[in-house]
């Protein structure tokens, strides 16, 4: 059984690394990094990961459009996509899980639970599917 | 006086003479007639005249009562040749009916001869011819009787003549001669014409008495009147005695009816008659009967002989009492209204009458003939006095004026109570005014009282109404009133301007129409589910934000407002609503809200990467991996550093934009300044592969040295930052002076400090540039035009927003300008001060 794949798309450096080694680390993760909505797109549709976990904040193309033109595309439209925010407002909170996200998980995680927590979210959304 | 002249040609027979003496008696006649009015003395005249005439022994005027006796009242004898009868009466049989009659009808005149027995009759009016008088004698025999009668008188020959008045047998002239003596026609003509005249003179007479009587009636009619009415207080009892007296009576009364149901009788008297033992005669029951069925009619009861008629028995008593003979009583009353009685009445007189003999019918001598003449005579005792005509007449017209009068004086009377109530009234009226004035004054008083609390409760009213006036319309918040259906009662000013609306125009109209209140979602309310409708309806007290008023212009406002109840005496009257415009106050809400998003981002992403890090580092997992450990330690620190030059700012900001931070202006040189900002950015210019240029302009400036290397270090860094490797960054300065003409023209005009020399830095860098949109915006705290670079260089997001509060502190001003793809310069300035 191959390791399941994951784009990570955050525009900041250190958290892409850290988050990288953090699923790396705790589970059977083959990590994929993008460090802006518009290269995350392009390794989405070709890469095919097995979920997207997607920063909300970030220049030029934030994470919000990056979701829509991920949903918009047809081979990329099935991947399910976690938010990973440091907009901890609930109202904020209650609008992303609109969109259509597997999750939202709220920046700084918990390095120890983050694993679970995207697998707990895949598994739903299996359900659901 | 008439002389006697016995001496006068007499002798019967020598006719020349008797013409003679006939034409002087008649002369003399009339001439007594026309000179004198007195009877008696005109009658003793003429038998005087009559008896010289015709020289017999007696002439005498015998004259008739209403009985058929009668009296001699005038008499001349001639030196008592035969005896005087004068004053002496006569039984009516001694002159018999027939005889009167024949008197009466055929004016006989009778001539009689005791001697030669015969009477010689000389009708005056035959009965087949009455329109002929004729003095032609018959002579036949004479009755004994008659001859006895005369002779027993003394009388031998006799001449009888009728005096006629008003067709009525008045009385005789009577000659008589103690000898035989004959009468010629000579004669009896003149005697009769001696007693035509006395028939005239007799009529003039009765008419003169009847004028004297009906002026003394008339006088005592005005003194009866002039009691009643001459003066204001009726004078009844004079007017009493007056008509008693005028009547001859022995007393009277006047019973005066009582007016009304409770007044009693006013009664006077004359002469003793007084009140019985059971009240006033006229009060009796049978008074008036008796005078209904006795008297005249009822209007007057006249009694001349009370023994004479029915009386009953109370009557009689008190009749009996005053030994009341005769009664006169008349029925006061004016037009049919009875008003009481006028009473008259009389006592018994005793009567005297000299008869010539005896008449008495029981007399059996009575048949025979009258042989003696002896004087005789008669007292009649307690006789009753007849009412005349005269008296009744009197008596009626006295009754008329007493009920006038009478009548009169109750109406004064009544006119009198009338004004005695009236003024009684006007003196009520006149107090109780008094009264009404008395509490009029009172209640002016009062009212005065009253007035001058009230003027003092108004002007504290109207100060407080102003209070409250100036308190509503100062006040910044929407104030107004509503009734239980929603309408407007008041609105202040500050109010109806939110709304666009002049106050005027509000009040009176629905305010949940006019405002379109709608819910925070712009959704109307109905009137139903408005919460103002349940503070009207239920007395509730809403609170309520971020509904939505509109305004007259359509668009809409947030508002924030309180409705309370406004309750008199418990009932809810309407509602007192208090509202502000909360656009502002949700706007600064939301850009809080916004700030706090963003610096909950700017905090948590450095935290993420180091607990990421440090979770890896602890747990272990890169135990055996050193170069991914060394790598999150990295991270670790890094984003630490990161996270203290993130809290610094953030709180250097605040400080700075709240004053807290204050600037310590220091005088120095703007070269030191920027040599030393150059210094401090070299470094990291290297690093990057940029060449700092620095150009230090030597200007002395009073500022805060640290802060103003700090915003330059800054600007620099942000220059360093975004420049490609292998530019340059230049910092240079120069001096600003105002009346420099170097100034662009079309420029606005500068603004008071730059009336100033001030120094102006620029950074200048080739970079990629920044739109022009964001020109402005770069300054604000968090706005980056591209945070990915930022992050990398150790950016806060907050360098450009410390720079702007910085210069803003010293009074100067900061802008960029820029070109995209060719790069961006930075400027600020700083001023001089006057004493450079």
Known sequence: ?????????????????????????????????????????????????????????????????????????????????????????AAEQRYFMQLGVAAVITKPYDPFTLSDQVVQALARELGNG | MIPTNDSLPNHPGSGSEQIYAGEVLLHRMMNRIRQSLQLPEILSDTVTEVRLFLQTDRVMVYRFDSDGSGEVVAESVAQQRLPPLIGQHFPSEDIPLQARELFLRARQRSIVDVVGQTIGLSPLNSDSDESIPTNDIRFQPVDPCHIEYLTSMGVLSSLVIPILHRHQLWGLL???????????????????LVSDELSIAIAQCTLLEQTRTQAFQEATINRVAFQLHSMTEMHLQQALELTVSALGGAGGRIYIAPQAPKQEALVYVCGEWGMGDRGEIEELPSWQEWLNTSGNGGEAGIFSDLQQVAIPEELDVIFASLHMRGLL????????????????????????????????????????????????????????????????????????????????????????????????????????????????????????????????????????????????????????????????????????????????????????????????????????????????????????????????????FPIEYVSTPIREQGEIVGAVVIFKDITERQMIERMK???????????????????????????????????????????????????????????????????????????????DLMNQAGDEMRAMAEKAEINLHVTPLSVQLTVDADRIIQTLTNLLNNAIKFAPPGSTVWLSAEVENPEKPEQPEGEELPVIHDLFPSILFKIKDHGRGIPEDMLETIFDRFQQVDGSNSRYSGGTGLGLAICRSIVQQHGGKIWAESTLGEGSTFYFTLPLGTND
Not at chain 1, 62 to 74: E, K
Not at chain 2, 176 to 191: A, F, I, K, N, W
Not at chain 2, 388 to 413: C, K, N, P, V, W
Not at chain 2, 610 to 637: P, T, Y
């Open chain 1, 1 to 89: 059984m191959t390791n399941k794949r994951i784009l990570i798309i955050d525009d900041e450096r250190d958290i892409r690394q850290a988050t990288q080694i953090c699923l790396e680390v705790s589970g059977d993760w083959e990590v994929l990094t993008a460090a802006s909505g518009r290269e995350g797109l392009v390794k989405a549709a070709t890469e095919h990961p097995d979920a997207i976990l997607l920063d909300v904040m970030m220049p030029d193309m934030d994470g919000l459009t990056t979701l829509s033109n991920l949903q918009a595309n047809p081979t990329t439209q099935h991947i399910p996509v976690i938010l990973l925010t440091a907009k901890a407002q």
């Open chain 2, 174 to 192: 009577v000659s008589h001669h103690s000898q035989p003596r004959q009468v010629s026609q000579r004669e009896l003509q003149v005697v009769q």
């Open chain 2, 329 to 556: 009583v008349i029925k006061l009353q004016y037009r049919q209204h009875f008003l009481g009685y006028l009473s008259v009445f009389r006592r018994a007189v005793d009567v005297e009458t000299i008869w010539a003999r005896r008449p008495d019918a029981n007399d059996p001598r009575h048949q025979l003939p009258i042989i003696s003449f002896e004087k005789w005579r008669e007292i009649k005792k307690a006789q009753a006095q007849v009412w005349t005509d005269t008296e009744i007449e009197l008596s009626r017209s006295l009754g008329s004026q007493f009920a006038m009068a009478i009548h009169q004086y109750q109406l004064y009377q009544q006119v009198n109570s009338l004004n005695a109530d009236l003024q009684r009234d006007i003196q009520e009226r006149i107090l109780a005014e008094e009264k009404i004035s008395a509490l009029n004054a009172k209640l002016e008083e009062r009212v005065q009282e009253r007035t001058a609390q009230l003027q003092t409760a108004n002007t504290s009213l109207q100060r407080l109404s102003r209070q409250h006036e100036l308190i509503l319309n100062s006040a910044g918040e929407g104030i107004y009133g509503l009734d239980r259906q929603g309408k407007i009662t008041f609105i202040n000013p500050a109010a109806a301007k939110m709304l666009g609306y002049g106050v005027k125009e509000l009040t009176e109209q629905y305010m949940h129409v006019i405002v379109n209140h709608s819910q925070p979602n712009a959704t109307s309310y109905t009137w139903e589910q408005n919460p103002i409708h349940s503070t009207l309806e239920r007395g509730t007290i809403q609170y309520i934000s971020n509904d939505i008023f509109y305004r007259r212009d359509g668009s809409k």
């Open chain 2, 593 to 671: 809200d916004e700030f706090i998003s963003i610096v909950s981002h700017e905090l948590r992403t450095p935290l993420t990467s180091i607990r990421s890090a440090l979770g890896l580092l602890a747990r272990g997992s890169l135990k055996n991996d050193s170069q991914k450990s060394q790598r999150m330690l990295e991270i670790a620190f890094d984003n630490t550093n990161r996270l203290v030059r993130l809290i610094n700012d953030i709180l250097d900001i605040e400080r700075i934009n709240s004053g807290k931070a204050t600037m310590h202006c220091i005088p120095c040189n703007a070269a």
